[in-house]
């Protein structure tokens, strides 16, 4: 790997934590472990077409799956497309100088191994993290950079739920106004994501002067969210992919209500989502069973019809696991092949800006 690490800032100090890659770094395994997970998903989903065939309460729900305007399917499926390339500007926004193809690869595997293996959030991140070490990027520049990543996309989903939450409360957003359904959601998200600018400057005062190991951690911590929150308000037209990374998402399913002929408002839509996700912590393949439960259980609460919530869930979650599954494991594979080229980073963001600046100049004289 020629120059430095892939990072939009100066080289982390040899304080940082160095990423702990012990699991990560065998090729085999991480292979094995993407292979195993592509197969359960394929045995799930095939358990969950037996249970809609077999058990005569789901019939229902075949039928209107059977029923689904092919054309609104079509839509989710580039729709769910979309939120993948949203996550590979994400990831190109945090690792900024990763050259565009290999950063593009690097991102949709950390997709696939979410979507396949069932890691969660933090644990696909560590992939990429590995495939980048690997590539001789700094451990601990990666593994603070991995980080603002994970705590970037958090944050995004944090304030979403917060502003449908209090949207609906208010009466800004159509929906169901309750305490407990919109109210409260909406007072988590503000009060999480309050907690979390809060970190930094407490971190500092604890650790000011001491140099344990819970003073060091705290430190990172903060130095870390300072990190995010610079890539969060600070203008850059790429945090469009952070942001669509979720919102195309979400917005697979509510076309797959679209498709069913009736779809609830957006952020009912918005809340279950984000409510119904937090079962992924439950370490289920591709979330199979588990998130489904959890989604329809939200929308029976907020007064969807359980038929029409089930098989539009069913539907969506399809789409979000196959297509950054599939589009994944291809880039993997590339990502394999291509392991001994030589890698070139990008020059850092400021340079490029400027380079661009200076042919616009050349351009304007020669005309």
């Known amino acids: 790997m020629t120059g430095a690490s892939p990072t939009t800032n100066d080289e982390a100090s040899d304080e940082q934590p160095v990423l702990d890659l012990e699991d990560a770094v065998d ?3 991480a292979t094995r472990k993407l292979v195993h997970g592509l197969i359960s998903l ?3 989903i095939a358990l969950a077409g037996g249970l809609l065939l077999a058990v005569p309460s789901l019939h229902d729900v075949k039928r209107e799956i059977d029923h689904m305007a092919i054309g609104w399917v079509v839509l989710a499926v580039g729709l769910e497309a979309l939120s993948c390339v949203g996550y590979i500007l994400a990831f190109l926004q945090v690792f900024d100088r990763a050259p565009i193809r290999f950063g593009a690869r690097v991102a949709m595997t950390e997709l ?4 396949a293996v069932s890691l969660g959030g933090a644990g696909s991140v560590a992939v990429g993290a590995w495939l980048l070490v690997e590539r001789g990027a700094k451990p601990s520049r990666v593994a603070e950079r991995s980080a603002v990543l994970f705590l970037l996309t958090s944050a995004i989903n944090v304030i979403t739920l917060a502003v449908a939450g209090l949207g609906v409360w208010v009466g800004i957003l159509p929906g169901k106004k309750d305490q407990l359904l919109s109210l409260l959601p909406g007072a988590v998200g503000v009060v999480v994501f309050l907690a979390f600018l809060a970190i930094p400057p407490i971190a500092d005062r604890i650790s000011e002067g001491h140099t344990s190991r819970l003073s060091h951690w705290l430190k990172i911590t903060g130095e870390t969210i300072r990190a995010t929150a610079n890539v969060l308000f600070r203008w850059d037209w790429r945090i469009v992919g952070a942001i669509g990374y979720l ?6 399913l509510w076309v797959c209500f679209h498709a069913i002929g009736h779809a609830p408002p957006i952020a009912t839509v918005v809340l279950a989502y984000q409510i119904g996700y937090l079962s992924n912590l439950i370490p289920v393949p591709g979330g199979i069973g588990v998130l489904d439960g959890s989604f329809v259980g939200m929308f029976v609460l907020y007064g969807v019809n359980d038929t029409m919530a089930t098989s539009a869930t069913i539907v ?3 789409i979000s696991l196959w297509v950054p599954a599939m589009w994944g494991t291809i880039c993997y594979l590339l990502l394999r092949r291509s392991r001994n080229d030589p890698l070139v980073l990008r020059l850092p963001r400021a340079e490029r ?3 661009k600046r200076a042919f616009k100049r ?3 004289h020669r005309i």
Not at 112 to 115: L, R
Not at 247 to 252: E, L
């Open 247 to 252: 919102w195309f998402d979400i917005a697979v």
């Open 27 to 29: 090729e085999a395994k």
């Open 112 to 115: 696939a191994f979410g979507a």
């Open 42 to 44: 394929v045995i799930l």
């Open 362 to 364: 050349v351009g304007r």
């Open 316 to 318: 969506y979650h399809a």
């Open 353 to 355: 800006q400027a380079v």
